[in-house]
């Protein structure tokens, strides 16, 4: 069956370094999201991404990220200066198009100390 | 914008039948879905409803009223490996962004 994959699985920084989460969407779906999870809280949205542009972002998604589809099988997720509050799991997904059924990884677990 | 709600926790038994209710805001609707996570993993879709009515699914069921803004998860003989986090979730307008709710915890018991 196919997934959505994601590397690396946890990913430990220090405040104010640079990290870039990867992800290797479905091979025939269209959007790609990224989702964060703090410890214990609920999915949140941070950014959807179609036709190799932002498609809606939250307020969450400041300067601070980016995305990129760097070539045809890959999605990332940039995030610069890392701050303490950004430890969290960075889920990826994608799906086949709009109000479409959403297939999130396994996510990256990202711990700034 | 969208907003969800659910309870934070319910707790049944091995074997029984759990309602997990969610009740919606949102400008635009275009269904409800419902997500199971366990601890440590991802969120994996279970069911969607976007017309009124029951949907089943071998165990699990899911409910939507759209003129109440609500809708259900009904888990039947509940197992172990059922306890995890089950939330709701609806897309906006455009379709491209799918916010969740705040998940409710399912502790099942022996």
């Known amino acids: 069956e196919p997934e959505v994959t994601q590397t690396p699985s946890h990913q430990v920084t220090q405040m104010g370094q640079e990290v870039i989460l990867r992800c290797v969407p479905i091979?025939?779906?269209?959007?790609f999201y990224w989702y964060r999870q703090i410890l214990g809280q609920k999915v949140e949205f941070l950014v959807s991404f179609y036709n190799n542009e932002i498609s809606e972002k939250s307020e969450i998604f400041d300067d601070q990220f980016s995305v990129e589809r760097p070539d045809g099988s890959n999605f990332t997720l940039k995030i610069r200066s890392t701050k303490l509050e950004d430890s969290a799991m960075y889920f990826c997904a994608s799906s086949a198009g709009t109000s479409n059924t959403i297939y999130f990884g396994e996510g990256s677990w990202l711990t700034v100390v | 914008g969208q907003s969800l709600e659910q309870p934070s926790e319910v707790t049944a038994v091995e074997g029984a039948i759990v309602q997990i209710n969610c009740t919606y805001q949102?400008?635009?609707?275009?269904?409800l879905s419902w997500y199971q996570q366990h601890d440590g993993g991802a969120p994996t879709f279970l069911s969607y409803?976007?017309?009124?009515g029951l949907e089943e699914t071998g165990r699990f069921s899911s409910f939507l009223s759209r003129s109440d803004s609500y809708g259900y998860l009904l888990l039947q003989e509940l197992q172990m490996k059922d306890s995890a986090s089950y939330f709701c979730?609806?897309?906006?307008?455009?379709?491209?962004?799918?916010?969740f709710g705040g998940g409710t915890r399912l502790m099942v018991k022996p």
């Open positions: 979730a609806v897309f906006n307008n455009a379709g491209n962004m799918l916010t």
């Open positions: 949102t400008s635009g609707f275009y269904g």
């Open positions: 409803n976007a017309l009124d």
């Open positions: 091979s025939n779906h269209l959007y």
